[in-house]
């Protein structure tokens, strides 16, 4: 099967996905949610020998979470900019919610908005 260049595209943004879910420290399942992959999938699409293709949500909450983690490493320094999205967070998007819980359960929108806030101003810790 030949790769295409969507498919190289998405091996380079999910070996930077994986160091960015070890840097927040996210469970198998909470990575693989907040992408919208299974587990299985998220696993396979790690493996240097597979080739996965994404769908355009799939790819969109991808390039959603690079752009939070990018932004958060932009407005604060570590241990912030690493745990940020595995806290609990007074700010309006999340009303006491870890972000990563909301950004699962809100899918796609719900990580468009809080990168689209993340890039705006830093929000309440």
């Known amino acids: 099967m030949t790769e295409t260049a969507a498919d190289q595209r998405a091996a380079v943004g999910l070996k930077a996905y994986g160091r960015i879910i070890a840097q927040w420290g996210l469970s198998a399942p909470e990575a693989a949610a907040l992408v919208g992959l ?15 293709s ?3 949500d799939q790819v969109l909450r991808l390039s959603a979470v690079l752009g939070i983690y990018k932004a958060l490493g932009t407005y604060f320094e570590d241990p912030i900019a690493r745990l940020w999205m ?3 967070n007074a700010g309006p998007l999340f009303a006491g919610a870890r972000p990563v819980d909301v950004a699962i359960e809100g899918g796609l929108p719900a990580l468009l908005e809080i990168r689209r806030a993340s890039e705006g101003v830093a929000m309440g810790l």
């Open 86 to 88: 595995t806290r609990a």
């Open 54 to 56: 994404l769908t355009e």
């Open 38 to 52: 299974n587990e299985a999938d998220l696993g396979r699409a790690r493996d240097p020998d597979e080739t996965i």
